[in-house]
């Protein structure tokens, strides 16, 4: 009975991958170069990883005006790998309450999805390796973008149990919030990458990229690229939404209980989930591994070879950037407000916008509509939504509100002392001796003994 | 950790796959197979035989994960994604989140309420299984499974939207306006109503804490003089009064008699 059922599933996957195999024959390589190329996403996601810290702390630093790391060799760019090393060589403490099987595993399960989703994202496009001409991407299939989603998912488990496994509470909180949190906004992230799907017509990601080639969806589908952006800095637990690690109130959140290699796993877990997110945004919307806009035009050999490789890096890092940028600009949401953000604005948004789009397709279908029509179109509706925000009337803040808080300023009787509503600043000392001396606005220090002096 | 790997493992397997000309027997879905039953089948008994309510729900994770791989390698992608995305990582993520609610110390009882009742219920439940494998293997024994190339001509994922949104649209929708139901009925039974007037807002709170019964500086500590340690002694206020806001209410003062402060041992 088997063999039967076999036999029609294998005919099955050989016709399906004779169907729809995307751009490029992913599976007919050798096996050794299949390795070098698990190999060489593996280093390169560590060494994103590494460079992401310390870009991340030079960056912040930056933004706070103070140097940052800067002694373990040039410009501190080593120390990213010191701090791997003490990590390594901290304590490992397992607590008395921990579920001592699932306290192991959990770092595992959320390390492992990170890494395993990047074997989708393409990198470039065809080059050749010791005569063997191959794209430089590990594998690709017609659900390519689900397996990455499917990844991701999988990475919230790691989180959740951490929290649950410690046997504390904070990391119980911290395990709780990241699921409620993971869920929410992994739907608005799903719905968000729907137009993309909609727009490229597939699943796969080489497709996508090969359908960017005229204008990139960060462009046509710009809704659904801040939704994107927004719910990924949620999806991986990113400030300003890093409520499942908030150490102003759960201490570390779910990796509280953990030390040595297994906090390490969690940190390198989260890195690459950011490289991750930033990877797809990349592909899904900036367009992937091409050449920005206007390279092309002087150079035509941009998008061939090896140079793709640099694009796609150079893309890779200003979403980091943003990411960092986020985190050191923004103060970190409260949680309901936050899970109401998700389910109230952006996945209302997002299904709008799908629908939108979706009747913007039916419509070029229906009557034919060139690009300038379409254009039209748009730019009426938008012009229409303007008009009527234009008509509704803004909310003034009244005399009578200044009366309420008037109203209740409290007497002389309060707790606490309050300056008077009619206070007068008495003049202040310093500038009745330099109108004396006839000096004009005095530089700072000392002036006042030199006019004395005088 | 297993499952996660054997899941790239399939995936990988699943490539070489593809890789197959068409009617050449390949090993890779055989080992594909043969690695991931048997997890399958121990993610299914442990999650009977586990003690613990979260490591049943691991073990379940286990199995679901391992179905989701089998979908793919039978040529079904799309079904194995949204099995991985939708029961492992959405249902089952709300499962854990129940459980952990309700703490983690709430395992199984293993007193036998009704006596033989372990018994009879492994034996019905093996009477089952058994009747259920013997039925389907006597179903398809012979049976060719025909037309699955000719059904997904354009592929698996268009194949699918294509019966989904055309002759099974019907029966979608029934299922979804089910489901909506299902959970506009949870959401009635476990929402409280509170009216929005009983509520404070932000802005309300704010100026609560600076009104003029309020008092927005910390509460000063209890006094602890010379003539006393007692955290029932009231503080002293810059003025030379005392404050009761120091004292707490919810501890008890009862005078010390000579028994209590009689040295002992």
Redesign the interface.
């Known amino acids: 009975m088997s063999m039967h059922l076999a036999d029609a599933g294998r005919s099955a996957s050989a016709q399906w991958a004779a169907d729809v195999r995307p751009v490029a024959d992913f599976g007919t390589e050798a096996v050794w170069l299949v390795l070098v190329k698990v190999v060489a996403i593996f280093a390169f996601l560590v060494v994103m990883t590494l460079f992401a810290i310390v870009f991340e702390r030079k960056v912040v630093a930056y933004m706070q005006v103070r140097p940052g790391p800067n002694r373990v060799g040039p410009w501190g760019v080593l120390q990213s790998l010191a701090d791997g090393l003490k990590l390594a060589f901290k304590e490992d403490i397992m607590p008395t309450k921990a579920d001592k099987v699932v306290f192991f595993l959990a770092p595992i399960i959320a390390c492992t999805p990170a890494f395993m989703a990047f074997a989708v994202i393409p990198l470039g496009p065809e080059v050749s390796i010791f005569g063997n001409s191959t794209p430089l991407q590990l594998t690709d299939s017609p659900v390519a973008v689900l397996y990455v989603l499917a990844a991701s998912s999988m990475g919230v488990y790691g989180i959740v149990l951490a929290g649950w496994a410690s046997g504390s509470t904070y990391p119980l909180l911290g395990g709780l919030r990241s699921a409620a949190q993971m869920v929410s906004y992994e739907i608005s992230m799903g719905l968000s990458i729907v137009a993309v799907f909609l727009t490229a017509e597939s699943f796969s990601t080489s497709e996508i990229v090969q359908a960017q080639a005229d204008s990139w969806y960060v462009l046509i589908l710009a809704p659904s690229f801040v939704i994107y952006c927004i719910s990924a800095v949620g999806e991986v637990n990113r400030a300003p939404f890093d409520l499942p690690e908030a150490e102003s109130e759960l201490v570390g959140g779910f990796h509280t209980e953990y030390s040595s290699l297994k906090f390490a796993l969690f940190f390198l877990a989260e890195y690459i989930n950011m490289v991750t997110v930033s990877a797809l945004a990349t592909t899904l919307f900036l367009g992937g591994w091409r050449a920005p806009f206007g390279v092309i035009e002087i150079w035509s050999g941009a998008n061939s070879g090896w140079w793709p490789i640099l694009w796609f890096t150079g893309k890779l890092i200003i979403a980091l950037f943003v990411f960092i940028w986020l985190r050191g600009t923004l103060p970190r949401l409260r949680y309901d407000q936050f899970m109401r953000f998700g389910w109230k604005v952006l996945v209302p948004i997002s299904l709008v916008w799908i629908l939108a789009i979706s009747a913007v397709s039916v419509l070029r279908e229906e009557y034919d509509l060139s690009q300038r029509g379409l254009l039209a179109i748009i730019g009426g509706v938008l012009a229409l939504a303007l008009v009527i925000l234009l008509l509704v009337p803004e909310r003034k803040k009244t005399e009578e509100e200044l009366d309420d808080e008037l109203a209740i300023r409290p007497g002389p009787n309060a707790n606490y002392p309050l300056p008077p509503l009619d206070l007068s600043i008495p003049p202040n000392p310093r500038m009745k001796v330099l109108e004396h001396a006839g000096a004009g606005p005095a530089e700072l220090g000392g002036s006042t003994d030199k006019a004395g002096e005088e | 950790?297993s499952t996660?790997?054997a899941?790239?493992d399939a995936?990988?397997a699943?490539?070489?796959?593809?890789?197959?000309?068409?009617?050449e027997?390949?090993g890779g879905?055989?080992v594909a197979f043969w690695i991931l039953a048997p997890i399958a089948l121990g993610g299914a008994i442990g999650m009977v035989l586990a003690r613990?309510a979260?490591?049943s729900a691991?073990f379940l994770?286990c199995t679901m994960?391992s179905l989701?791989v089998f979908y793919v390698?039978?040529?079904g992608?799309?079904l194995?994604?949204?099995q991985?995305?939708v029961y492992?990582?959405?249902i089952m993520?709300?499962f854990?989140?129940v459980l952990?609610?309700v703490g983690?110390d709430s395992s199984d009882s293993i007193v036998e309420q009704l006596r033989g009742q372990r018994l009879a219920a492994a034996l019905l439940g093996i009477g089952l299984a058994a009747m259920v494998a013997t039925g389907v293997?006597r179903a398809?024994?012979?049976?060719?499974?025909?037309g699955?190339?000719r059904a997904?001509?354009?592929?698996?994922?268009p194949a699918l939207a294509a019966r989904l949104f055309t002759r099974y649209v019907f029966a979608f929708e029934v299922t979804s306006a089910l489901l909506i139901t299902a959970a506009l009925g949870a959401m009635v039974l476990a929402f409280v109503e509170r009216s929005k007037k009983d509520q404070m807002t932000q802005r309300q709170r704010s100026?609560e804490r600076?009104?003029?019964?309020?008092?927005?500086?910390p509460k000063p500590g209890p006094g602890v003089y010379a003539t006393s340690d007692s955290v029932a002694t009231p503080a002293l206020l810059p003025d030379g009064t005392t404050t009761d806001k120091s004292v707490s209410k919810v501890v008890q003062t009862h005078e010390l008699d000579a028994a209590t402060t009689k040295a002992k041992g």
Not at chain 2, 14 to 23: E, F, I, Q, S, V
Not at chain 2, 140 to 146: A, S
């Open positions: 950790m996660a790997l899941f790239a995936v990988h699943h490539a070489a796959d593809l890789a197959a000309p068409a009617n027997v390949k879905e055989k613990n979260i490591h691991l994770v994960l989701g390698i039978n040529a992608p799309f194995g994604m949204v991985i995305i492992t990582g959405a993520i709300l854990l989140f952990m609610l983690r293997a398809f024994d012979d049976t060719r499974v025909v699955l190339g997904t001509q354009d592929g698996n994922v100026r600076v009104s003029a019964d309020s008092y927005p500086a």
